[in-house]
């Protein structure tokens, strides 16, 4: 990326800090971050082997998604005639353009590594993948027994032709394109044949009853490989000419009015079932696909070249998280124990440990279960009247949601937003939130036009004739599996004024208070913008009074213009301005009279950093903001976002210190350079590798709560 210098000649005139040139593109910034994920898997030694298989798989998905909401909306605009440039002055068909050119890049990269690296490692590791031609005469029968038991009846073959209308391809299947020959006329015939998705995506061929290698070899075979194999038990009197896989990813963007919407719950039903049917951005095939077919495809499908990826080896790579399934502890990460200081210190007593001061759990370091053991322990407490909680990301089978019914069961008053919007999880949240509505809870959907993000949780506890207010705040979902690989902090307090402004803010999602004047919290779309804008201005003012203005943040994304506008001019006051930005960053570190003071750092690693926090040094005084909200219009103007300040001084000092290790790593961390492209952290310093830090106390943590307990 190219800038000038911001004041050339040395003259003192202010940048123009709208200028083009000092911005990321959002949708590039966001395929470098998948970049970056992309690199865990390719770089030998950085991870066990399975864990650089995960790599791929999500780097996969995380692409996957990237298609069915940002490219489909830029496709949208580019075909609704959108002239409009982006901050960094690319037009729609610009973005899509460069988007497209490096996904052949990553792919091509990703198909490398995986073919010609992993795989020849998994087989030194006793690992296969193996074709059905590679098998021996005998195993092949029992493989065709398996196959017309266990697979042929679930598959349905579909001819196409003028008397068949093309089938519906379905978001995210992968297919058989099939080319077929009638015996008796000669004609030549075209069908299509989904892989089913309820099948695992790979076979287990070591697992198959009947199927004998003479060995203890692990054996895989994609299950789109078996079926072509078979294809003629499908099509008796034709002869199969060929079968080309091809995957199809849609727009999966929901788009609700929800000014019409009746019932909420339904709109977002029917909005699921319409994402089946949304526009194709992306068709995947491989590079043997003859171009007669493909042009077939293109032309049922709707796509054009843009949007048609030629991938030589399998298709849909996500599904290779099933690798994470084989048992081999040597090829994975060490599992490890968090520690759970509440347990240790007052057994699960979380009201007790409240009660003695405010807690902070820094997860997955620190065990999620105290926050399920809170919710636990307010269903069973006589004493506890009512439990208040926002609901974004449950997952299944969440011991969260048992908790509220069980409450609900207890008589308590049970009052839980859940945010059917979010994204890829409606159809669950739907099911837990007609599940909590079936006993009796109030569940309510939020705010109209607004996506509910932020994490509370509101506990009316009587104590000694009086109501006490118990809170978990957090910047994560109350979701424990989740809880085990994203790094997230968890607030227990009872903190009066906190509860007073939670008390509020529940009200205004529950009822029709407009209550905008909150003491403590910091909410959007109220006043997140324009609080953090002030605090960044704050810190120029202290460091022109005094010197020492330092800022640190922490967060997922950073994206909105204004603030980075202030990030910039607070720079030039010269504060000391460090980001911890996993994903997205429009801002760009590093220019000359623009950005000299920043640096923009992103860890990428075994836990998927997931914290926010917001630290301003403040004269001295220091001040610390912990939630759910990123730095996107999206967080700051269309979400229900909460930052809670961390009122102790000495957990202030924890979470900087936090931070400040974070900013210390120099072996999974990757620094944005002031051309906008990532490099990976090196230095002489001796190695700091954060999340293993963290790791490290948390078991030493572990070993002294032990030693306490035992009164040693
Ligand atoms: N270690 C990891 N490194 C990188 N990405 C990961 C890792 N582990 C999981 N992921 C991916 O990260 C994605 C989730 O990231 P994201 O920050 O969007 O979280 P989220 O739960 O959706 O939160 P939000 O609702 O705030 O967007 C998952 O889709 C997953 O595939
Ligand atoms: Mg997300």
Not at 186 to 202: C, E
Not at 363 to 371: A, L, N, T
Request: hydrophobic share 40%.
């Amino acid at each position: 990326m190219e800038h000038t210098p911001a004041a050339p000649g040395g003259a003192q005139q202010s940048p123009d800090f709208s200028s083009p040139a000092y911005y990321v593109n959002r949708e590039l910034s966001w395929m470098e971050f998948n970049q970056r994920v992309l690199e865990e898997a390719l770089t030998p030694d950085e991870h066990p082997l399975l864990e650089r298989v995960k790599f791929i798989s999500i780097f996969s998905s995380n692409l996957d998604e990237f298609f069915m909401i940002r490219v489909a909306g830029l496709e949208d605009q580019y075909e609704a005639g959108v002239q409009d440039r982006s901050v960094d002055g690319l037009t729609p068909l610009e973005q899509l353009e460069k988007i497209r050119e490096r996904v052949i890049e990553q792919f091509r990269q990703r198909d490398e590594c995986l073919y010609k690296d992993i795989a020849p490692r998994l087989k030194d590791n006793g690992i296969d993948f193996v074709s059905c031609r590679s098998l021996s005469d005998g195993n092949r029968e029992v493989l065709e027994q398996y196959f017309r038991n266990e697979i042929f009846p679930v598959l349905t073959p579909l001819a196409f032709d003028t008397g068949h209308p093309f089938p519906f391809v379905s978001n995210l299947s992968l297919n058989l394109a099939i080319e077929l020959e009638d015996i008796e006329s000669g004609t030549m015939k075209f069908a299509r044949v989904k892989v089913p998705s309820i099948l695992p995506r790979i076979l287990r061929l070591d697992q198959i009853d009947g199927l004998d290698f003479g060995d203890d070899r692990i054996r895989l075979l994609w299950l789109d490989e078996l079926i072509t194999e078979h294809l003629e038990q499908l099509f008796p009197h034709m002869r199969i000419v060929q079968a080309y896989p091809f995957r199809v990813i849609r727009d999966a963007d929901i788009e609700i009015e929800e000014d019409e919407a009746g019932d909420l719950l339904e709109t977002i039903e029917q909005g699921i079932r319409s994402r089946r049917y949304g526009k194709v951005v992306r068709l995947d095939i491989t590079p043997q696909m003859p171009e007669p077919i493909r042009k077939l495809l293109m032309k049922h499908l709707e796509v054009g070249p843009r949007s048609v990826y030629e991938i030589p080896g399998s298709l849909g790579l996500s599904g290779l998280m099933e690798l994470m399934r084989i048992e081999r502890p040597e090829l994975k990460d060490e599992p490890f124990a968090p520690s759970n200081p509440l347990e240790d210190r007052v057994g699960g007593d979380v009201f007790s440990a409240i009660r003695q001061g405010d807690q902070l759990l820094y997860h997955p370091y620190d065990s999620f279960q105290p926050v399920v053991d809170l919710i636990n322990q307010a269903a069973r407490d006589p004493q506890v009247l009512s439990i208040k909680q926002t609901l974004y990301r449950v997952g299944s089978n969440s011991p969260v949601v048992k908790a509220l019914m069980h409450a609900v069961e207890e008589g308590k008053q049970v009052a839980v937003l859940v945010e059917l919007k979010a994204r890829f999880d409606e159809e669950n949240n739907i099911v837990w939130a007609r599940a909590l509505e079936d006993v009796g809870a109030h569940v309510i959907y939020g705010l109209v036009g607004l996506k509910t993000h932020a994490k509370l949780t509101l506990i009316v506890r009587r104590e000694q004739d009086k109501l006490k207010r118990y809170l978990h705040l957090g910047t994560g979902n109350y979701n424990p599996t989740t809880a085990k690989i994203y790094t997230d902090y968890s607030f227990l307090t009872a903190n009066e004024a906190l509860a007073e402004d939670v008390s509020e803010l529940f009200n205004a999602l529950t009822g029709y208070s407009k209550h905008t004047a909150y003491r403590k919290l910091i909410v959007s779309p109220i006043n997140t913008r324009q609080r953090i804008i002030s605090m960044i201005e704050r810190e120029a003012e202290w460091h022109r009074k005094e010197g020492n203005g330092r800022i640190i943040m922490k967060m997922n994304s950073l994206v909105d213009r204004r603030t980075i506008k202030a990030l910039y001019k607070a720079s030039c006051a010269g504060v000391k301005i460090d980001l911890i930005i996993r994903g997205i960053c429009c801002l760009i570190p590093g220019i000359n009279g623009v950005s000299d003071n920043i640096r923009v750092v992103s860890v990428i690693g075994r836990f998927l950093e997931h914290s926010r926090a917001y630290y301003f040094r403040n004269g001295g005084m220091d001040e610390l903001f912990l939630g759910s909200a990123d730095i996107m219009p999206r967080n700051l103007d269309h979400r229900v976002e909460v930052l809670f300040p961390v009122p102790d001084s000495e957990l202030v000092d924890v979470v900087r210190s936090e931070l400040e290790l974070i900013l210390s790593d120099n072996v999974k961390s990757w620094q944005m350079n002031p051309d906008g492209a990532y490099s990976k952290v090196t230095d002489d310093r001796p190695q700091v590798n954060s999340q293993s830090v963290f790791l490290q106390q948390a078991a030493m943590k572990k070993s002294i709560s032990k030693f306490k307990v035992n009164g040693l």
